[in-house]
Each structure stands twice: as structure tokens, then as C-alpha cells.
């Protein structure tokens, strides 16, 4: 479609909706990290399965600019309806983690069942299904990769192991042991040349990826919940259950600065795509955005009535996602922290959320066992 219509159409639907109030959804599930640390922890999480009935459109286009306000527009934007595919009956407990391939062609899922899952959006069907975790796997990250053609998968896990995965080969690559407690979350850095892993022992380890030693153990001062690179790769982002949220230099592994503001322990972080802004959530269901060069506060969220489980960016950094253990999912502006949907689609907390690296599209994962695909209809 080219320029001139979308703009025709934006412009349409503002104008349309400045007089139409629409109701909002109630919305969808998150992913709830867990505070135990012994390896029957996973039996304690819901169990689950996901479908491949469906197929995921590809949108990769930028809102057209135009002379209306843009919160007002992204609002107006994400009131309309959307079309949810549901993948069942893969996982037989609780899924924990999603990811997108960097194509967006394929989705990668794990769970309390301790298997990691491929699945090819377009063909409808389970591609690979790995094996090799002996507890349940927390988190997953696909390798950047700006071609789209790479297929390298990390993944963290209870039984305290990081693992690389060689999709395209369907191989086990290489196996990292140091944790000494369950692996709460894997990052690669924006270039893919580093690893990190954050773990309940409280320590952040940054991982060679040819020699599968540890180059740097930062210590932290209680158990990490999660990590997060800075776009440009130069800073790592760490929560813990002592409702911090601490920024690392990578090359020198010394402290930049500490964010505190939360009151409880911080369970998602994510960073904006500019890098500006880093947000977190914490297990009250609150959310607050920072700015990251300066370290304020620049919004407090009340979110979610249950903790914030999962965080994520659009690839344009316009729409952040959080999911909850209260069901539901929502979506933010970041701009000024006003509330665009509340979705409600799964039947138990969410554990998951993450947005394609093309378009709108956006994945979440449930205790009910199910991945479902999210995306506007047009």
C-alpha cells in the first residue's frame, strides 16, 4: 500500500474516532517469575500446551505523520479489534518464555515441561523440539541478526545451565555452567557477540561464546530476576528481589548508577529502542519508566493488580507492552503513560510478552499453556 493511502486512512480513522468512544478490551496474561530457587519450583507453576493453527501477517510500516497528536492517534489506533491465533497443545505445563526469530518467521517457546519449541508461523506447524534442560526453562532469546538468516537460540533454565542452539542444524552448540542457582534470564548483546545470564545466586555472568568461559561475573546483592542490553550494547540493565534496578558499564563491568523507586522486587526490565528509556515492573503490578542518562523517574505506572511479569517494546518504541499474572496484557504509551488497550484473551496469568521485530505483531505466554499471536485487524 503506498504512503499517500496510509496517511489517507490515518487520517480517516482520527477523525472518524474523535466522536466514536469505543470500549476498550480487558485484557490478557503475563509471565510470573518465581522467588523459589529449589528445583521443585517448576512443579509449582501451571502447566501448559500451545496450537499452530494459524498464520502470522508481516507489518512493517511506520505511522504515517500527520498533524493530529500522536497519543491521541497511537489511542485511537489500538482501539480497534484484533485478531488472536492460539498455538495449544504443544507445552503440557505453564509456557515461560517466547521469542521471534529475527526474520519474524518463527516463534521459539519453553516451559515447565522442560522443552524448548519451534514453531513456523507461515507453514502452521511445530518445527523442532528440544530436549535437554533437566528443569524447567525460564527464557529464551534469539541471536541478533540484521540479515534474518541466523538461527541461534539461548536459553536459561532451573537446572542452572545456559544453553546455545543451532537451529538451522537443529544442534545443541555449547552448554555454559557457573550458575549456582536457577538462570532467571539470557540476553545476547546487540552485536550477538556476548552473552549475559542473570541467576537467583545473585550474579550476572557475561559469556564468550567460543570458549564457553565466563568473561565477567558482576555480584550482585540478591538474586537477579532479569537483563537487558542497551540498544547500542555499551550497558547492561539487571533487576533483583531486593526492588532494585541496577545500570553496568559491559566493558568494565562497574556500576553506572542504581534506580530505586519500586517498593517491591522487580520481576521484567526492557529498554526503549532509542536507549532513552528503560522500564520496569514489579511484583505489586506497578511500572515505572526512567531516563536512563539521568536516572530519574519520568512516569509511575499503577498498571496491573497482580506483578508485572514480561515488558517489551515495539520495534519503533512507540507501544510498550506488560503482561501480569492478573491475565491480562497492556499496552502503554511511553511517551506519557497513558494507557492505549487492555487485552484479555488468556484463562490463566501471563507470563510472556514480546513483540515481533517487524510491524505491530506482538506474542504472549501463559500459565494456560497456550502461545497466542496478537495482531490488529485492518
Known amino acids: 500500500m503506498p504512503p499517500q493511502s496510509l496517511v489517507s486512512i490515518a487520517i480517516a480513522i482520527a477523525c472518524q474516532l474523535s466522536v466514536i468512544s469505543e470500549g476498550r478490551e480487558q485484557g490478557a496474561g503475563s509471565r510470573e517469575l518465581r522467588e523459589q530457587r529449589s528445583r521443585g519450583a517448576e512443579e509449582q507453576r501451571s502447566r501448559g500446551k500451545p496450537t499452530t493453527n494459524y498464520q502470522l501477517p508481516i507489518t512493517n510500516y ?19 479489534k484484533f485478531q488472536v ?14 521469542a521471534f526469530s ?21 507453514g502452521k506447524r511445530l518445527l523442532q523440539t528440544y530436549i535437554a534442560h533437566r528443569d524447567w526453562v525460564s527464557s ?51 552485536n550477538g557477540k556476548l552473552l549475559a545470564s542473570g541467576s537467583g545466586d545473585n550474579t550476572v555472568r557475561l559469556w564468550n561464546l567460543r570458549t564457553g ?12 530476576t532479569a537483563i537487558a542490553f542497551s540498544p547500542d550494547g555499551k550497558t547492561l540493565a539487571s533487576s533483583t528481589f531486593f526492588n532494585s534496578v541496577q545500570l553496568w558499564d559491559v566493558e568494565s563491568g562497574e556500576l553506572i548508577r542504581t534506580f530505586t523507586g519500586h517498593k517491591r522486587p522487580v520481576y521484567a526490565i526492557a529498554f526503549s529502542p532509542d536507549g532513552k528509556t528503560l522500564a520496569s515492573g514489579s511484583n505489586n503490578g506497578q511500572i515505572i519508566l526512567w531516563r536512563v542518562e539521568s536516572g530519574k523517574l519520568q512516569e ?16 519503533d518504541g512507540d507501544t510498550l507492552a506488560s503482561a501480569s499474572g492478573d491475565k491480562t496484557i497492556k499496552l502503554w504509551n511511553p511517551a506519557n503513560g497513558e494507557l492505549l488497550r487492555s487485552l484479555s484473551d488468556h484463562s490463566a496469568g501471563v507470563t510472556a510478552v ?25
Open 62 to 80: 511506520q505511522l504515517p505523520t500527520t498533524n493530529y497528536q500522536l497519543p491521541s492517534l497511537l489511542t485511537r489506533l489500538w482501539q480497534g
Open 85 to 98: 491465533d492460539t498455538i495449544s497443545g504443544g507445552h503440557r505445563r505453564a509456557v515461560y518464555s517466547v
Open 102 to 122: 529475527p526474520n519474524s518467521q518463527m516463534i521459539a517457546s519453553s516451559g515447565g515441561d522442560r522443552t524448548i519449541k519451534i514453531w513456523y508461523l507461515a
Open 140 to 190: 529464551l532469546v534469539f541471536m541478533p541478526d540484521k540479515t534474518g538468516q541466523k538461527t541461534i537460540l539461548a536459553s536459561g533454565s532451573g537446572d542452572r545451565t545456559v544453553k546455545v542452539w543451532n537451529l538451522r542444524h537443529r544442534r545443541l552448540i555449547r552448554t555454559f555452567v557457573g550458575h549456582k542457582d536457577w538462570v532467571s534470564s539470557v540476553a545476547f548483546s546487540p
Open 213 to 224: 568461559k565466563a568473561l565477567r561475573v558482576i555480584n550482585e546483592g540478591s538474586g537477579v
Open 300 to 315: 509511575t505506572l499503577k498498571a496491573h493488580k497482580k506483578e508485572v511479569t514480561s515488558l517489551s517494546f515495539s520495534a
Open 354 to 378: 514480546t513483540f515481533s521485530p517487524r510491524g505491530q505483531t506482538f506474542a504472549s505466554g501463559s500459565k494456560d499453556r497456550t502461545i497466542k499471536i496478537w495482531r490488529e485487524e485492518t
